[in-house]
């Protein structure tokens, strides 16, 4: 039996206790549980509070990099003096939406990020006006499967968008590419520098073969695990020309980057504080979305190159007189990216993995059998290593097999201690830390017990 609605008034008011409760008791900044609490008791309350935000809401899904790139959507619309309400914090279900919602009073667009298995729920509750998709990648095997079951999610998503909906998405990934052609209604990005790309998959790549007829891809370029320049040779299905294309990307290391994009309004710049090829992708997608929208060309660079890092994703922090910078690693597509733009770098290497196998990481940690942590070997610039967190010892063997000498490795499950650890053996340096979401949460949760950093849902 169906329990009745309560109404919208007294429900939202129950949610909003639920949070600020969940706050005075220390159980987390109220980014979920008002959400949570708020679809229970009126299960219509996200399409009724989306119907209200009358510039449209802007969904941002992808397996990697999500986060990232709605800030930099954020930033752009910020500048433009747009009143915004988003999940800054990361709740990406629908409970992490509807509690977003809950403070939209004013706002004229919404913006989400969205973790892929929702997606199309949360197109069917809020009626985007537009839709970026960014990347799929082999992710929390236990919880999506196979990656062809998350392509035939979102396949069956973009099937159910209005053919007003702007679908923004990533040309350089060939099921993105091949789903979201059969929308009415697109803007492609891609990266078309070659001098970025690498000359053959990795062997961690996912989607190799093509989508119509199950050939084997060819590749003129790769540039992240199954991204770049794809064509299939017997039924002649291509990546489409990007509508908005790097020409130029120059990695600059930890520094940041610099972009040139060709776009339908002609030529941008971008100057980022964010490092890595993964995030040349970010700004291309959330230039594309910006564009979608109808935000001036000129304004888009300048509002990108102010947004820093977000929470866990480049972050640096001042630890005494070391330097600590977070690069989450959830899986082989964006560890591997990772230990690539540590690599720009010069020096000495200083590393803490941290390795949690909780719901939120996904309980099949086979992924990190996948990881180039080779590379940090054959550099020859590993300082020191540490490996923490719920499977520690499960990343201790991964490394011995990389052929690590087990007199350079400390072992130390707790993440406080795994990263006083790291920081007893960095000195006054630099310290990476590559840690799995959950781990990432313990982490900030620690810096923040010192004083070093905000709490995570204070992160905007």
């Avoid at 910020?78 to 800054?88: H, K, Y």
């Avoid at 035939?152 to 091949?178: C, F, H, K, Q, S």
């Avoid at 300082?383 to 052929?403: I, K, N, Q, W």
Wanted: charged share 20%; glycine share 12%.
């Amino acid at each position: 039996m169906r329990v009745p609605s309560l109404p919208r008034g007294v429900a939202a008011a129950a949610a909003r206790g639920a949070g600020r409760l969940s706050q005075r008791l220390g159980r987390g900044g109220g980014t979920t549980l008002p959400g949570l609490v708020l679809t229970r008791l009126r299960p219509e309350a996200t399409a009724e509070m989306a119907g209200g935000i009358t510039g449209g809401v802007i969904l941002v899904s992808g397996t990697n990099g999500k986060t990232t790139t709605a800030r930099l959507i954020r930033a752009a619309l910020d500048a433009s003096g747009a009143e915004v309400v988003a999940n800054t914090a990361g709740s990406n279900l629908e409970r992490g939406v509807a509690a977003a919602l809950l403070d939209a009073d004013g706002a004229e667009m919404a913006l989400f990020e969205v973790d892929e298995a929702a997606l199309g729920g949360l197109i069917d509750q809020t009626r985007p006006r537009a839709v970026a998709l960014m990347n799929l990648f082999r992710d929390q095997l236990d919880r999506y499967g196979e990656l062809e079951h998350l392509v035939e999610r979102w396949r069956e998503a973009v099937d159910g968008l209005d053919a007003a909906t702007v679908l923004i998405y990533n040309a350089d990934d060939p099921a993105v590419a091949e789903v979201a052609g059969q929308h009415p209604n697109t803007l492609s990005y891609g990266i078309d520098d070659a001098r970025v790309g690498r000359d053959r998959l990795p062997h961690a790549a996912d989607t190799t073969d093509c989508r119509r007829c199950g050939a084997p891809l060819h590749y003129d370029m790769v540039t992240i695990a199954h991204l770049g320049r794809w064509s299939c040779l017997e039924c002649g299905l291509a990546r489409p020309r990007p509508d908005v294309g790097a020409t130029r990307v120059e990695l600059h290391g930890m520094g940041g980057q610099r972009l040139a994009l060709a776009a339908p309004s002609g030529p941008i710049e971008l100057s980022l504080r964010l490092p890595g090829l993964h995030n040349a992708y970010n700004a291309i997608a959330a230039t594309a979305v910006a564009l979608a929208l109808g935000l001036a060309a000129e304004s888009i660079g300048p509002a990108l190159a102010r947004r820093p890092a977000a929470f866990g994703r480049s972050e640096r922090t001042p630890v005494g007189n070391a330097r600590l910078t977070t690069l989450l690693a959830k899986n082989p597509a964006g560890a591997n990216e990772n230990i690539r733009t540590m690599l720009l770098e010069g020096g000495a290497l200083h590393l803490v993995v941290l390795l949690n196998d909780r719901t939120a990481d996904g309980q099949d940690v086979s992924w990190v059998w996948d990881v180039d942590y080779e590379l940090l070997l054959q550099s020859d610039r590993l300082e020191s290593l540490t490996v923490g967190g719920d499977r520690a010892h499960d990343m201790a063997l991964r490394f011995r097999y990389a052929g690590l000498d087990p007199g350079g490795l400390s072992v130390a499950p707790s993440v406080p201690a795994a990263l006083d650890a790291g920081l007893a053996a960095c000195g006054t340096g630099d310290l990476y830390v590559l840690p799995t979401y959950t781990a990432l949460l313990e982490l900030q949760g620690v810096l923040a017990s010192r004083g070093l950093a905000p709490a995570f849902w204070e992160d905007q």
